[in-house]
Antibody, heavy 119, light 113 residues
Framework: QVQLVQSGAEVKKPGASVKVSCKTS????????ITWVRQAPGQGLEWMGW????????KYAQKFQGRVTMTTDTSTSTAYMELRSLRSDDTAVYYC????????????WGQGTLVTVSS | DIVMTQSPDSLAVSLGERATINCKSS????????????LAWYQQKPGQPPKVLIY???TRESGVPDRFSGSGSGTDFSLTISSLQAEDVAVYYC?????????FGQGTKLEIK
């Protein structure tokens, strides 16, 4: 059964960076991409970007350009999302999700990682 | 950016009754070369990640009960639950994957009347 298992909750100070991992299993990692979506407390869903696990191509939302880096490690079938220069409004649950390619829906999701930014 | 607007924001329906959620995109999400609408519907229950119900506007994901159906094309779409069950209480989101940034509607909270 396809699974995406994310790293645990993080508490960071403003200005710091966070790196969230998303370990996948039971499918051919390089045949799909990984999307990152975040959800602020009590709010809706926000697409952050996508990375191809085949060749590392990325598409980032303009809002996060320059602050986010998405990477993959095909040897461990794991995707990573690093967000820098954290602000209080980056406090959110961050989800990874699988998609066949960039223009596709998200069929399997990780459980989410709460990132809290607080001084 | 394509803006996705759902209506209503919240909805209360009696068990066994029909529930319909609407979604309007600020521009067409129909790709003419393959005649597909790049529109998905997700269900999110408290404390859980979203779950895809419908993709390509009307294709039901494997394992999703057939009381869930999607319709529409171009800029106007609907998600219908034909006979509401208690386990359908959730927030529902539409999402376009036609062009980046892939945007979601604001969500519709579905409750039991």
């Amino acid at each position: 059964q396809v699974q995406l298992v994310q790293s645990g909750a993080e508490v960071k100070k403003p200005g710091a960076s966070v790196k969230v991992s998303c370990k996948t299993s039971d499918y051919t990692f390089s045949n799909y991409g990984i999307t990152w979506v975040r959800q602020a407390p009590g709010q809706g869903l926000e697409w952050m970007g996508w990375i191809s696990a085949y060749n590392g191509d990325t598409k980032y939302a303009q809002k996060f350009q320059g602050r986010v880096t998405m990477t993959t490690d095909t040897s461990t079938s794991t995707a990573y999302m690093e967000l820098r220069s954290l602000r209080s409004d980056d406090t959110a649950v961050y989800y990874c999700a699988r998609s066949a390619h960039s223009g596709d829906y998200f069929d399997y999701w990780g459980q989410g990682t709460l990132v809290t930014v607080s001084s | 950016d394509i803006v996705m607007t759902q209506s209503p924001d919240s909805l209360a329906v009696s068990l066994g009754e029909r529930a319909t959620i609407n979604c309007k995109s600020s521009q067409s999400v129909l790709y003419s070369s393959n005649n597909k609408n790049f529109l998905a519907w997700y269900q999110q229950k408290p404390g859980q990640p979203p779950k895809v119900l419908i993709y390509w506007a009307s294709t039901r994901e494997s394992g999703v009960p057939d009381r869930f159906s999607g319709s529409g094309s171009g800029t106007d779409f609907s998600l219908t639950i034909s006979s509401l069950q208690a386990e359908d209480v959730a927030v529902y989101y539409c999402q376009q994957y036609y062009s980046t940034p892939y945007t979601f509607g604001q969500g519709t909270k579905l409750e039991i009347k």
